[in-house]
Antibody
Framework: QVQLQESGPGLVKPSETLSLTCSLS????????WSWIRQPPGRDLEWLGH???????NYNPSLMSRVTISVDTSNNRFSLRLTSVTAADTAVYYC???????????????WGQGALVTVSS | AIRMTQSPSSFSASTGDRVNITCRASQGISSYLAWYQQKPGKAPRLLIYAVSTLQSGVPSRFSGSGSGTDFTLTISCLQSEDFATYYCQQYYSHPLTFGGGTKVEI
């Protein structure tokens, strides 16, 4: 059974960089797209972008200049970096798998439990 | 970006009710539409993809319909565990976008 687990700091200072890692168990990164999605408290879901197991990426244009998603197939994990954060970046961050159709344009069939990241000094 | 609009944003229902939740896309998205259920403090759960294909393990009381820009999630006989927030999502183009959610309350 595919399981995803986010890890990283729960508190980040304004203007600094938010970094999260997603560890995959019960499956392989191969042949799928791996997404980061966030949800500010009480608000809507926002797709940040995804990475293919080969390393190719697509990002949400609203964040494109600040976001980087990378993959580490040897350790079965992928990561998110979001630079120059502000209070507006406070959210639960989910890592997730695109599926069940294996294309760049897909629904999301597996989600991590989510990691709350608060931006505050 | 394609905007997804759900209606209503919330409503009250009772166990056993038949419930319809609608989702409208700002432009045509063919059949690239999914529905999710989210309970407080939990990650969303995929219910339906490709408008009407039930994800494995999802009860058959859930169904989806629609095409183009207008879509509907139907719960045929609401159960206690169905009280949650439901989101639609388009995957016709990047960025992938979600609707604002519909909260189904007792």
């Amino acid at each position: 059974q595919v399981q995803l687990q986010e890890s990283g700091p729960g508190l980040v200072k304004p203007s600094e960089t938010l970094s999260l890692t997603c560890s995959l168990s019960g499956g392989s990164l191969s042949s799928y797209y791996w997404s980061w999605i966030r949800q500010p408290p009480g608000r809507d879901l926002e797709w940040l972008g995804h990475v293919y197991y080969s390393g190719s990426t697509n990002y949400n244009p609203s964040l494109m200049s600040r976001v980087t998603i990378s993959v580490d197939t040897s350790n079965n994990r992928f990561s998110l970096r979001l630079t120059s954060v502000t209070a507006a970046d406070t959210a639960v961050y989910y890592c997730a798998r695109g599926g069940p159709t294996v294309t760049s344009f897909s629904s999301i069939d597996y989600w991590g439990q989510g990691a709350l990241v608060t931006v505050s000094s | 970006a394609i905007r997804m609009t759900q209606s209503p944003s919330s409503f009250s229902a009772s166990t056993g009710d038949r419930v319809n939740i609608t989702c409208r896309a700002s432009q045509g998205i063919s059949s690239y539409l999914a529905w999710y259920q989210q309970k407080p403090g939990k990650a969303p759960r995929l219910l339906i993809y490709a408008v009407s294909t039930l994800q494995s393990g999802v009860p058959s009381r859930f169904s989806g319909s629609g095409s183009g820009t207008d879509f509907t999630l139907t719960i045929s006989c609401l159960q206690s565990e169905d009280f949650a927030t439901y989101y639609c999502q388009q995957y016709y183009s990047h960025p992938l976008t979600f609707g604002g959610g519909t909260k189904v309350e007792i």
